[in-house]
């Protein structure tokens, strides 16, 4: 069923669990699928999340109404999320689409700039009653696995003015995480973490999850990580399990088996992540 997250989420930063929010490639009808699937399930909220890159193949108004065909018919939350929305524009664009999340990433703008751009998207969502995820600390984009230095790491005197200048309804927080898959251990900073939570209990949001020790996201969610983002992992793991169609199912040029066959191994995988959140019986 279809739902705006924020209660969901509240809940989860109160409960010490989080709610994965899986990347679905503009609207990938095999990934939802696989997604509501295994959240159905398992009985876990699950947020849909949408990049406006993504959407420039299929269309942002394809991922909404996929997302919302799928999230009709399970019994558990699903919420659908626009993720690092870079303007107001594209935030606009995804209330009137009726995404029921958007994301306003101004990270690369200085602490006020940010704020303020915030804090016109959530002037705006707050007569759709959709919350707004907002982020400091820039996000790393991991080139063939190499980041050349940690410049996301959000200084909590910073989290705290932007704090005073906007209202999201929940923070995303540069702590050395990134985009991609990670080449060696990264350097995950949660004590970041743990004094931002001395002055605020806003759900934190921890992206570039792929490849981060399962403990680190662990541990980040008892400190108040109520959403957990997944991407990367999901792609690759896609057209892993379509390439195995392609080699071993007598598929006969049937692309719909092909199809099934990967939505049907993916929804595994996002079990796995489900468990990992500890969103399982949440729903």
């Known amino acids: 069923m279809l739902t705006n ?6 809940k989860a930063a109160k409960h010490g669990y989080a709610i994965p929010a899986i990347n679905t490639q503009g609207g990938n009808y095999d990934i939802i699928r696989a997604v509501c699937k295994a959240a159905d399930e398992l009985r876990s909220p699950i947020i849909l999340a949408h990049y406006t890159s993504t959407g420039a193949y299929s269309g942002h108004d394809w991922f909404v109404n996929v997302a919302k065909w799928c999230a009709d018919r399970v019994s558990v939350p699903v919420s ?14 995804a ?8 994301m306003i990433d101004g990270s690369t703008r200085p602490i006020p700039e940010n704020a303020a751009l915030t804090q016109s998207v959530v002037k705006v969502a707050q007569y759709f009653h959709v919350p707004v995820e907002a982020e400091v600390g820039e996000l790393q984009r991991l080139e063939n696995g190499v980041v050349q230095e940690n410049k996301n790491i ?4 910073q989290v705290r003015e932007f704090l005073s200048l906007c209202s999201p309804d929940t923070l995303a927080i540069g702590i050395g995480n990134a985009h991609g898959y990670y080449k060696g251990k990264p350097d995950i900073k949660l004590d970041v973490l743990r004094r931002v939570r001395e002055f605020t209990d806003i759900p934190l949001v921890l992206h570039g999850c792929t490849g981060m020790d399962e403990a ?3 541990e980040a969610i008892s400190l108040g990580v109520a959403k957990i983002n997944f991407g990367t992992e999901i792609r690759y793991k896609y ?20 199809s099934q ?15 990992l959140s500890g969103s399982e019986g949440k729903a």
């Open 5 to 10: 997250n924020l209660e969901e989420l509240r």
């Open 80 to 93: 659908i999320h626009l993720d690092h929305g870079d303007g107001f524009p594209i935030c606009m664009e």
């Open 95 to 102: 209330l009137r689409l009726g995404f029921t999340s958007v």
């Open 154 to 157: 959000a200084d909590p005197e």
């Open 216 to 218: 680190v996201i662990r």
């Open 239 to 258: 057209v892993e399990h379509y390439q195995q169609a392609l080699d071993n199912l007598d598929h006969q040029g049937h692309s719909w088996k092909l």
């Open 261 to 275: 066959y990967a939505s049907d191994a993916l929804c595994e995988d996002i079990k796995d992540i489900i468990r």
